[in-house]
């Protein structure tokens, strides 16, 4: 099993930023990918990106490229979503997951055994 526990939602402005953590306990050498999905009001939820657990190599949605940045921190088992130049359109519950996905997996929800509880995000003035 892994728990997975996200912080660091907020409101933020348009054009903003925010870094929201996922800290992961238990079994974490049962995952070899962690990845962002969220979920806004009336929605599915839906990728953000991902990460591989070793390489560090990096997925992200076309919506959110070149906006959104993950990394992780082996050491104390995290992985970090920084989100910069917020719109309104990003307003959601962000949750992070882990898994072993394979490539063709790894931005699909199927792709994720462990969910966290979700973080809010919304963006307004």
């Known amino acids: 099993q892994v728990q997975l526990v996200e912080s660091g939602g907020g409101l933020v402005q348009p054009g903003g930023s925010l870094r929201l953590s996922c800290a992961a306990s238990g079994s974490i050498s049962s995952i070899n990918a962690m990845g962002w999905f969220r979920q806004a009001p009336g929605a599915d939820r839906e990728f953000v990106g991902a990460?591989?657990?070793?390489?560090?190599?990096?997925y992200y949605a076309d919506s959110v490229r070149g906006r959104f940045f993950i990394s992780r921190d082996n050491s104390n088992s995290a992985v970090y979503l920084q989100i910069d130049v917020l719109k309104p359109e990003d307003t959601a519950v962000y949750y992070c997951?882990?898994?072993?996905?394979?490539?063709?997996?790894?931005?699909?929800?199927?792709?994720?055994?462990?969910w966290g509880q979700g973080t809010q995000v919304t963006v307004s003035s």
């Open positions: 997951a882990a898994g072993r996905p394979i490539t063709s997996t790894i931005m699909t929800m199927r792709g994720y055994t462990y």
């Open positions: 990460i591989w657990w070793s390489r560090g190599s990096t």
